[in-house]
């Protein structure tokens, strides 16, 4: 009998301890998430994004009783790993990491391997504003997310170039080459396997290639090789004429800004429409600084928030996604005065009030208008992205 | 046994466990004893696979052994053409606050200064110059490591110096120039020939302190190393917080590698040492008085200003980009001043400088009880230090962070333990015990046991003499201890990061994880604010006495 209420009790335990919340029933959510503690597992490199989520932080504590604390990663793939080494070591609750900004390979391997809490995204209140038909917001990289991650800003390939130095736009990666062979030591990209670097060379090899629908399915070592063989020859011509005669790279891509701001480059990268506009009003760039897009169009992904299967606060990550996706968070996030972010929200589905908040919304000198955007690429095959970086960094990363 | 008598092996077993648990970690996945889900069977052959190992393995001896070469000659060219002189007291004073500067601090400094696009080329640009762009010169980051050979240098020189400075004291030097100089040896020549070779006896412990960091060093790598590719510590870390698991093993192989390289660094050294003496021995029984070394002296102190210059001019442009509004190449100075900058980053603060200071204080205050008490109770049974203590208390220096923390977290993910503040400060206090025991043990052995003979006579006992006697009139070396424990505590990287599994974000971390951004201004906050909580702690131990034994003579220096 005793055994039996060990064994019983042990069973209740764990099933009590291993119920996440759930998502349709949002009043128990909120009821749960109030007084959690949430980690938010994000980059920390730029002090930009650093204030955008401490503001959600100040705004979930008023509104939510939610306390959020922002841990600073140096890269994605370390809360990854963090939460793959909790799952190998059978921490199957009460992990480390409950919210994770992601997207891509690493969205693809932790869905894989089923880590991930939901599905949730569809679910949460706001979902109603999400633009789902005119933006990529269910699937990441041609991975669909199935409600494993909910969205919250819209992110576009630009190019960011000092008009007192370049006279007008290089639209093509042909241009771009022709231009840094007559300027040496003006144009350099971040070092993959960085993010913005490997995003590059993604931008640049969908430029060059004639066959772009290969990119859409997984790569293998025979497709790769023919695919990408441009990309090497152009890199190969470009890298004796980049800054440092590519010996060395900015590590990742906010010190670009440090670098035009410096004079050292004139042109360089960047994953988001209103990134130069902010940091123009931030000092970090020249009043001169403008953007502009190739002609053949340029990269678009959408950057999610996922949480972990294994999340200690679950109801509370859920609190932030959902707090994001209002018309208030993502008028905030669209501001180039604080983080200048394009929105993941139909402005349609706004009332009239929601849809003022934009509609003030200064987007900045440097800021290209959607029209200006044009419709984004999509995003390769996550494989891609791996197999490039490899073979970049055996190529270039090893001198 | 008392529980004083359990305090010696307490306080080994806290500098040692861990590096003994962490080698253990990096071993075991060699020969299969811990094996994680859909690793690699293999770490060690995927590691030797690596493209760039040789490169990286290459750049880690080289910029090591050449920091520690050039940190050692400047010391030596420093003390003996200016040993005596007023010169020497003005740099000892400049240097030693410098010595609790953050090596993240340091470096960020030094970037700012070099970089082509740093104040010296602003200072000189354009009108000495013509440059009003900056040059596209590889001066930071470069592929050969000489940025950051050079600031390993001028960051260890000062270590280097008020060590040697500290242990001239046993050398029994004035005595022994004054006899050298009657002989017609020049001030410089004399030292070199009578004092440099007891010296070096003393300092020979802390010289492969130096080494070994040097070779190792990741936060002063990550900002001013080599990219194509990094030096095999930075490397390490890379594998060691890679999504995938299978390179955590790699990491800990490269960690294996990597303590190989520094044990061979060492052993050669040490050979080099016997060469060096047996040249050496030649040069002063040939009676020559090289009369050229007197020349030199400008020279010492051209190097000695420089190295102080750096760090110092370093620190002070991070002040500068702290407040500075715009400021474009080639402007020495910004446009214009603004609390902007600071106005952002100072609410951010708060939370890292709390956990900064709460694990400081935790290690500071544990480290300095295991010390006095091993100090006391070595005191009681009237055992004098010997030297193989010394050498077990140098020990958790000698082995490299980067080549014992790897194993210790993978022995925490395979044990399915959770990292977190306890296992920092425990990882702390690997370092912090043995720079409180090193800055502690000396004052602790020159105190007048006299004092102690007149209490026993009064019928003390040895505890009322430790608590009402000794302890206060030791209070200004005890705060001293504390304040140098504080920094090193204040100053770690590789610990905080590695056995707080990335979720302990103190000072130091925020500071280094800034740095991939770029942003000078937020940099510059942050690494001022480092730098303050190192440096703080200091100003309060050198003030405390005065204020609180104001009255009393003899208890403050």
């Given at each position: 009998m005793k055994r039996m209420l060990t064994a019983l009790s042990a069973a209740l335990f764990a099933t009590t301890a291993m119920a996440q919340p759930d998502p349709s029933n949002w009043d128990a959510v909120l009821k749960e998430a109030n007084g959690q503690t949430v980690y938010w597992n994000a980059w920390g490199g730029s002090t930009t994004t650093n204030d955008f989520i401490a503001w959600v932080g100040d705004r979930v504590a008023e509104e939510y009783g939610v306390t959020l604390e922002h841990v600073k990663l140096t890269d994605t793939a370390d809360a990854v790993a963090r939460v793959l080494?909790?799952?190998?070591?059978?921490?199957?609750?009460?992990?480390?990491?409950?919210?994770?900004?992601?997207?891509?390979?690493?969205?693809?391997?932790m869905k894989r391997q089923d880590l991930l809490f939901g599905p949730f995204a569809e679910q949460l209140p706001n979902w109603q504003f999400v633009d789902v038909d005119g933006k990529t917001v269910q699937t990441?990289?041609?991975?669909?997310?199935?409600?494993?991650?909910?969205?919250?800003?819209m992110a576009q390939v630009v190019f960011m170039y000092d008009t007192a130095d370049i006279e007008a736009p290089l639209t093509s990666m042909d241009a771009i080459l022709e231009w840094s062979t007559a300027h040496p030591g003006r144009f350099t990209y971040p070092q993959p396997p960085d993010f913005l670097g490997a995003t590059f060379l993604k931008q640049a090899l969908l430029d060059l290639t004639d066959d772009a629908a290969a990119l859409s399915q997984e790569a293998t070592p025979e497709t790769f090789a023919k695919v990408s063989a441009p990309l090497w020859d152009y890199l190969n011509t470009l890298t004796p004429t980049l800054w440092r005669e590519g010996k060395a790279y900015p590590q990742t891509g906010p010190q670009q800004l440090q670098?035009?701001?410096?004079?050292?480059?004139?042109?360089?990268?960047?994953?988001?429409?209103?990134?130069?506009?902010?940091?123009?009003?931030?000092?970090?760039?020249?009043?001169?600084?403008?953007?502009?897009?190739?002609?053949?169009?340029?990269?678009?992904?959408?950057?999610y928030l996922a949480i972990p299967y294994n999340a200690n606060a679950a109801a509370g990550a859920m609190v932030i996604a959902n707090f994001i996706l209002s018309p208030e968070a993502q008028a905030h996030g669209l501001d180039p005065l604080n983080l200048?972010?394009?929105?993941?929200?139909?402005?349609?589905?706004?009332?009239?009030?929601?849809?003022?908040?934009?509609?003030?919304?200064?987007?900045?000198?440097?800021?290209?208008?959607?029209a200006q955007l044009g419709t984004a690429l999509p995003e390769p095959h996550p494989s891609w992205m791996t197999m490039l970086t490899e073979e970049w960094t055996k190529r270039y990363g090893v001198q | 046994m008392t529980l004083l008598a359990w305090v010696p092996r307490l306080t080994l077993a806290a500098m040692l466990l861990p590096v003994a648990?962490?080698?253990?970690?990096?071993?075991?996945?060699?020969?299969?004893?811990?094996?994680?889900?859909?690793?690699?069977?293999?770490?060690?052959?995927?590691?030797?696979?690596?493209?760039?190992?040789?490169?990286?393995?290459?750049?880690?001896?080289?910029?090591?052994?050449?920091?520690?070469?050039?940190?050692?000659?400047?010391?030596i060219l420093i003390l003996s053409q200016l040993h005596g002189s007023r010169a020497l007291m003005w740099l000892r004073r400049a240097l030693s606050p410098l010595l609790s500067v953050p090596h993240a601090s340091a470096a960020f400094g030094l970037a700012f200064m070099i970089a082509p696009s740093g104040w010296i080329a602003r200072a000189v640009s354009p009108w000495l110059t013509g440059w009003d762009r900056p040059p596209d010169l590889l001066i930071l980051n470069d592929p050969a490591g000489i940025a950051l050979t050079l600031g390993l240098a001028v960051k260890e020189m000062p270590f280097l110096l008020l060590i040697a400075l500290a242990a001239l004291a046993q050398t029994d030097a004035i005595r022994s120039l004054a006899v050298a100089r009657s002989l017609g040896h020049s001030g410089a020549g004399a030292w070199l020939k009578v004092v440099l070779p007891r010296l070096y006896g003393q300092i020979r412990l802390p010289v492969y302190v130096v080494l070994a960091y040097a070779m190792t060093a990741v936060d002063m790598a990550l900002i001013l190393g080599p990219t194509t590719p990094s030096t095999l510590s930075v490397?390490?870390?890379?594998?060691?917080?890679?999504?995938?698991?299978?390179?955590?093993?790699?990491?800990?192989?490269?960690?294996?590698?990597?303590?190989?390289?520094?044990?061979?660094?060492?052993?050669?050294?040490?050979?080099?040492?016997?060469?060096?003496?047996?040249?050496g021995l030649l040069w002063i029984t040939s009676g020559t008085r090289s009369p050229w070394l007197p020349a030199l002296r400008p020279l010492a102190i051209a190097a000695a200003a420089t190295s102080a210059i750096a760090v110092l001019g370093g620190l002070a442009s991070l002040a500068v980009w702290s407040f500075a509004a715009r400021w474009q190449f080639p402007d020495a100075l910004p446009e214009a001043l603004t609390t902007r900058t600071l106005d952002r980053f100072l609410p951010q603060l708060g939370a890292p400088l709390a956990e900064t200071a709460l694990i400081a204080t935790t290690t500071t205050l544990i480290a300095l009880i295991l010390c006095i008490g091993c100090l006391e109770a070595g005191y009681r049974k009237r055992k004098p230090l010997e030297g193989r203590v010394m050498w077990l208390v140098y020990l958790p220096l000698l082995i490299p962070q980067i080549a014992f923390l790897p194993g210790l977290q993978v022995l925490l993910i395979s044990g399915g333990l959770t990292?977190?503040?306890?296992?920092?400060?425990?990882?702390?206090?690997?370092?912090?015990?043995?720079?409180?025991?090193?800055?502690?043990?000396?004052?602790?052995?020159?105190?007048?046991?006299?004092?102690?003979?007149?209490?026993?006579?009064?019928?003390?006992?040895?505890?009322?003499?430790?608590?009402?006697?000794?302890?206060p009139m030791l209070l200004a070396p005890i705060l001293t201890a504390a304040a140098v424990?504080?920094?090193?505590?204040?100053?770690?990287?590789?610990?905080?990061?590695?056995?707080?599994?990335?979720?302990?974000?103190?000072?130091?971390t925020e500071a280094v994880a800034l740095a991939s951004g770029g942003d000078r201004r937020a940099i510059g906050v942050y690494g001022i604010a480092l730098t303050l909580a190192a440096l703080l702690p200091f100003a309060l131990a050198l003030a405390l006495p005065r204020i609180l034994y104001a009255n009393r003579r003899g208890t403050h220096p």
């Open positions: 080494a909790e799952q190998q070591a059978g921490k199957n609750e009460g992990g480390a990491v409950d919210i994770i900004w992601i997207n891509g390979a690493n969205f693809a391997s990441d990289f041609t991975v669909p997310t199935e409600g494993y991650e909910s969205p919250w800003a670098l035009i701001n410096d004079g050292e480059i004139d042109l360089a990268i960047s994953f988001s429409p209103g990134e130069a506009s902010t940091a123009i009003a931030n000092f970090q760039l020249p009043e001169t600084v403008r953007t502009y897009v190739l002609d053949k169009g340029t990269l678009g992904n959408a950057s200048g972010y394009g929105t993941v929200l139909d402005m349609a589905k706004l009332s009239d009030d929601q849809r003022a908040a934009f509609d003030q919304i200064e987007l900045g000198v440097a800021t290209l208008t959607p | 648990a962490g080698l253990w970690g990096v071993f075991a996945p060699l020969f299969g004893f811990i094996t994680l889900n859909g690793a690699s069977a293999a770490p060690m052959a995927d590691v030797l696979a690596w493209p760039g190992l040789p490169r990286a393995a290459w750049l880690s001896v080289v910029t090591g052994v050449g920091s520690t070469l050039i940190a050692l000659g400047l010391v490397q390490i870390l890379r594998w060691m917080s890679d999504p995938d698991l299978t390179l955590r093993l790699q990491g800990a192989a490269g960690a294996v590698i990597q303590l190989a390289l520094v044990i061979a660094a060492l052993a050669a050294w040490f050979l080099a040492e016997k060469l060096v003496g047996k040249l990292m977190g503040r306890w296992v920092v400060i425990l990882s702390h206090l690997v370092f912090v015990i043995p720079y409180i025991f090193l800055s502690l043990s000396d004052p602790w052995q020159a105190w007048n046991t006299r004092h102690a003979t007149v209490a026993h006579a009064l019928g003390a006992s040895p505890t009322r003499v430790l608590f009402a006697i000794r302890l424990g504080f920094a090193v505590s204040v100053g770690q990287y590789l610990p905080t990061l590695l056995a707080g599994g990335g979720r302990i974000a103190t000072l130091t």
